[in-house]
């Protein structure tokens, strides 16, 4: 069965912060540092998806789905990282896997969307070793609770851009500065990965997958020099992550002028590279790299897209590069690529009620349409892709956009929450109804 489903994640969603002993996040500090987040935007309230989860599943029934990504808040199962666990967060969990279930729904949780319990951020985050084995506790604790009834484990939500803004550019919790000495972030999550793997099958998970965040990477001309800069950021970008999860083996990191990857010790890649059930893929769009004109101390530089129609955010809206991006990877890793699971695609739109309260989101339907094909295609051309998943179900907590960016199918008006189903909503539920395959 293809899986048609929408993704959320916990910090984007719940809200309820200090219901039931849930312990406090990294992003909770980070949201509330004035000028982090625009307009000073929390995740304190969010989409009271905390409470109002069964409206939410309902959502989704009446939607059509036949899966739904969602997270699973750390710090509401362990509010100090480690130790003791809070059984009124496992509940919450329990419940809404038990509503989902009870509508059909298969359920498919990821342990880590970006919400690090503080108390481990106090001991270095994802700069210390010993947090990728506390999320292998937490993988244990959770599974032992749910495993029998989510079949689908994502361990990571997008190492890169957790590695990228939230410790080497600071825009995202924790906000660090680190720049390249980032790098042992992506060594730790990677090892996370992979301890995570074992506890979750160890307590019985059916399929376990990591998702990153890829994009196609075009140069900018065919010059040697912005060849070589595509190459690097292609690296950084989709290399570092799929890599070792797939080969057992870092890329060359020579063009950033590191010798090894920092942080790695004996036997680290033989756990990141076990086998797995599927890799998560996240696309938005493809990046195209020129050069840097002048010494930036990277050696790249995004040379921007143009000619694309862009989403509220900015991004171009290129279709072809997810077929392109599936039809490449499977180019890069032949056999060593298990199914893969386009667990987010998507799109923000300004989104504003008109004045008969429709949402009329044009856009959205047009966006999804495409990308759906270009699913279609990389299927028809031999890339083995098992589910597609809309970010995101419900207008949410956008991280350093607060709540100024709509991904959702479902709009939600904040100060009332109200939830209010979009145009794309009704799009979707026939598309996914008149097909049962891309
Ligand atoms: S910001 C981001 N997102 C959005 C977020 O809501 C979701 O939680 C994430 O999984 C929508 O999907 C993901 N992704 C960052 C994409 C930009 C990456 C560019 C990095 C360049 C250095």
């Not at 999320?135 to 484990?153: E, F, K, N, Q, S």
């Not at 797939?246 to 090894?260: K, N, Q, W």
């Not at 900015?314 to 499977?330: H, M, S, Y």
């Amino acid at each position: 069965m293809f899986l048609w489903g929408t993704a959320t994640a916990s910090y984007q969603i719940e809200g309820a912060v200090a219901d039931d002993g849930r312990g406090l996040s990294i992003w909770d500090t980070f949201a509330h540092e004035p000028g982090k987040v625009k307009d000073g935007h929390t995740g304190d309230m969010a989409c009271d998806h905390y409470h109002r989860w069964s409206e939410d599943v309902m959502l989704m029934a009446a939607l059509g789905v036949n899966s739904y990504r969602f997270s699973i808040s750390w710090p509401r199962i362990l509010p100090a990282g480690r130790g003791e666990v809070n059984q009124a967060g496992l509940d919450f969990y329990d419940r809404l896997v038990d509503g989902l279930c009870a509508q059909g729904i298969v359920p498919a949780a990821t342990l880590f969307h970006w919400d690090l319990p503080q108390a481990l951020e106090d001991e270095g985050g994802w700069l210390a070793r010993d947090t990728a084995s506390r999320l292998a506790d937490y993988a244990g604790v959770v599974a032992a609770r749910l495993a029998d009834r989510v079949p689908i484990w994502i361990t990571l939500n997008e190492p890169f851009v957790h590695m990228v803004f939230g410790y080497a550019l600071g825009t995202h919790a924790p906000g660090r500065m680190l720049f390249l000495d980032a790098l042992p972030v992506a060594h730790h999550q990677l090892l996370g990965h992979g301890l995570a793997a074992q506890a979750l099958r160890a307590h019985g998970a059916e399929r376990v997958l990591v998702t990153n965040n890829l994009t196609p990477v075009r140069p900018a001309s065919s010059s040697a020099d912005d060849l070589r800069a595509a190459d690097a950021y292609d690296i950084l970008h989709n290399r570092l992550f799929n890599d070792p999860v797939l080969l057992g083996r870092y890329p060359d990191l020579s063009a950033f002028g590191v010798d090894a990857m920092p942080a790695v010790r004996d036997g680290d890649l033989a756990v990141i590279a076990q086998p797995l059930d599927g890799l998560g893929v996240n696309y938005y769009n493809p990046t195209r790299i020129r050069a840097p004109g002048e010494p930036t101390g990277l050696p790249f530089d995004d040379a921007g897209i143009t000619g694309y129609p862009t989403t509220a955010f900015g991004w171009p809206v290129v279709p072809d590069g997810l077929r392109e991006l599936l039809t490449g990877l499977k180019a890069r890793y032949g056999d060593a690529l298990p199914p893969v699971y386009v667990t987010e695609n998507g799109c923000s739109q300004p989104d504003t009620p008109g004045p008969d309260g429709v949402i009329d989101d044009q856009d959205r339907i047009a966006f999804l349409d495409a990308h759906i094909q270009a699913v279609g295609a990389a299927m028809s051309e031999g890339v083995d892709v098992r589910g597609y998943y809309v970010w995101s179900l419900l207008d949410n907590f956008e991280w350093a956009e607060g709540y100024t960016q709509r991904f959702g199918l479902v709009h939600v008006d904040f100060p009332t929450q109200t939830r209010t189903p979009k145009a794309s909503y009704h799009w979707f539920k026939n598309r996914i109804t008149s097909s049962s395959t891309p």
